[in-house]
């Protein structure tokens, strides 16, 4: 047997979760602006993303994304439709996480932005072609080419 072998590490359980949220815009003014929140990673950085969370048992996808952009931004929304899906991996606390993120392309209809979620370090309205440069992961930036012809189509 090779040395490689003997110390070859346990494998992690996986597991895997399902979460909904997207893009909620403010459509009253010329340049539509997007809800966007920041949370501090390990290292201290801000990073910027769309809100998302988990979906709760009972609900849609579409249910658990007003839910959750309403929680982490404030923000009501009516859903315009689908921007499209995001699957990943990571490790925490000792598993491999496949986490599949429905995206939503929202039309804010009430609240008031706030970042007094937990969970959540800052928010902002992000004019719309700003959004793409303030978003941390390419994935997410790929959805906005998909809400900006959504828009345009007249959706």
Known sequence: ?????????PRLPRV???????????LSSAVPAGALI??????????????KGHIEQ???AEQAA???????????GSIL???GTIDFWFVAEGRRIHKTVHHFLMRATGGEL?????????????????IPARLAYSDER????VASEMLAAGR
Do not use: F
């Open 38 to 51: 920041g949370r501090t990673n390990r290292r201290g950085q801000l990073l910027w993303s769309l809100p």
């Open 66 to 76: 007003v839910r959750e952009v309403a929680e982490e931004t404030g923000i009501q």
């Open 142 to 145: 790929d959805l906005l080419v």
């Open 114 to 130: 706030s970042d007094s979620d937990i969970e959540v370090t800052e928010v902002a309205w992000v004019p719309l072609p700003d």
């Open 16 to 26: 895997d979760e399902t979460s909904a949220g997207g893009l909620v815009l403010d």
């Open 58 to 60: 009972g609900e849609t």
């Open 81 to 83: 439709g689908e921007l």
């Open 1 to 9: 047997m090779s040395r490689a072998s003997t110390t070859r590490r």
